[in-house]
């Protein structure tokens, strides 16, 4: 069988994200990824499907020649679960942002890992609302000003993954925007898993909230982890204090569809 040659995977719609935004390093590494996947034959472009939600995140399929679909707010999550379980050959990737996913669409995000659906689920972190230019999110820090919280977020921020974790996803990790080389592993490995998978990455906003400096100084890349060791992932999904990054679980469960 011939090796597919590289295709071009781009639409022509203009990229609007602020220069320097940490969200092309993201789409940098999907494009790899898809591309790898393409040239080796493992999987063909009609069957992927990608789709994103509300917020600068939601931009990704209009920069992509895919069959893609933008709904609003937490609302992307469905429609791939309804795609999945119609045409199980299909390959359904989201991209959903902290504001969209952990908001509006928690209920969503949690029914799709407790059901083990075969997806990927992709999310932007960047702990604000930057496409409205800077509310507080479910994971923007207590105390941060916002424009919706002029004196300090009076809320505790939540830990996404343990939620995830706890709600039965199969395949759990951590990345860093800026990291495109291991962004793309990880999401080559979220891909290829067979079941919910559940990659957040987190994704400084340059603009509104530039956590570069912070990130710095928290992030740690695991090393040697068995990811199907139950306390080990435990203890990198509770780990507040500092940012873990890596793949911290992975098992294999009877899938949904």
Same mark, same amino acid.
């Given at each position: 069988?011939?090796?597919?040659?590289?295709?071009?995977?781009?639409?022509?719609?203009?990229? !609007?994200?602020?220069?320097?935004?940490? &969200?092309?390093?993201?789409?940098?590494?999907?494009?790899?990824?898809?591309?790898?996947?393409?040239? %080796?034959?493992?999987?063909?472009?009609?069957?992927?499907?990608?789709?994103? /939600?509300?917020?600068?995140?939601?931009?990704?399929?209009?920069?992509?020649?895919? &069959?893609?679909?933008?709904?609003?707010?937490?609302?992307?999550?469905?429609?791939? #679960?309804?795609?999945?379980?119609?045409? @199980?050959?299909?390959?359904? #990737? /989201?991209? +959903?942002?902290?504001?969209?996913?952990?908001?509006?669409?928690?209920?969503?995000?949690?029914?799709?890992?407790?059901?083990?659906?075969?997806?990927? #689920?992709?999310?932007?972190?960047?702990?604000?609302?930057?496409?409205?230019?800077?509310?507080? !999110? @479910?994971?923007?820090?207590?105390?941060?000003?916002?424009?919706?919280?002029?004196? /300090?977020?009076?809320?505790?921020?939540? &830990?996404?993954?343990?939620?995830?974790?706890?709600?039965?996803?199969?395949?759990i990790a951590r990345s860093y925007a800026l990291d495109v080389k291991k962004t793309q592993e990880i999401i080559a490995a979220a891909m290829r898993h067979k079941g919910f998978s559940f990659v957040e990455i987190a994704q400084p906003c340059i603009t509104f909230?530039? !956590?570069?400096? +912070?990130?710095?100084?928290?992030?740690?890349? #695991?090393?040697?982890?068995?990811?199907?060791?139950?306390?080990?992932?435990? %203890?990198?999904?509770?780990?507040? !204090?500092?940012?873990?990054?890596?793949?911290?679980?992975?098992? &294999?469960?009877?899938?949904?569809?």
């Amino acid at each position: 069988m011939g090796m597919t040659k590289h295709m071009n995977i781009n639409s022509d719609t203009i990229n !609007t994200w602020c220069p320097g935004c940490s &969200n092309f390093g993201i789409l940098a590494a999907f494009k790899n990824v898809a591309q790898e996947m393409f040239i %080796s034959g493992e999987l063909k472009k009609e069957n992927l499907v990608i789709a994103a /939600g509300i917020g600068c995140h939601g931009k990704m399929p209009d920069f992509l020649n895919f &069959n893609s679909f933008i709904g609003l707010h937490g609302r992307s999550i469905p429609m791939l #679960v309804g795609a999945k379980i119609a045409n @199980p050959n299909l390959k359904v #990737v /989201g991209f +959903v942002g902290d504001g969209d996913a952990y908001a509006e669409g928690l209920d969503h995000l949690l029914h799709a890992a407790k059901k083990n659906i075969d997806m990927t #689920v992709i999310v932007h972190n960047n702990q604000i609302f930057a496409l409205t230019t800077g509310q507080h !999110t @479910p994971t923007s820090p207590k105390g941060y000003k916002t424009r919706s919280a002029p004196h /300090g977020n009076p809320e505790e921020p939540f &830990n996404p993954l343990s939620l995830l974790f706890s709600a039965g996803a199969t395949f759990i990790a951590r990345s860093y925007a800026l990291d495109v080389k291991k962004t793309q592993e990880i999401i080559a490995a979220a891909m290829r898993h067979k079941g919910f998978s559940f990659v957040e990455i987190a994704q400084p906003c340059i603009t509104f909230y530039d !956590t570069r400096a +912070v990130l710095k100084d928290k992030m740690y890349w #695991v090393e040697n982890n068995t990811a199907d060791d139950y306390e080990s992932a435990n %203890s990198y999904i509770l780990d507040t !204090t500092k940012l873990p990054l890596g793949v911290f679980y992975q098992v &294999n469960k009877s899938i949904f569809e």
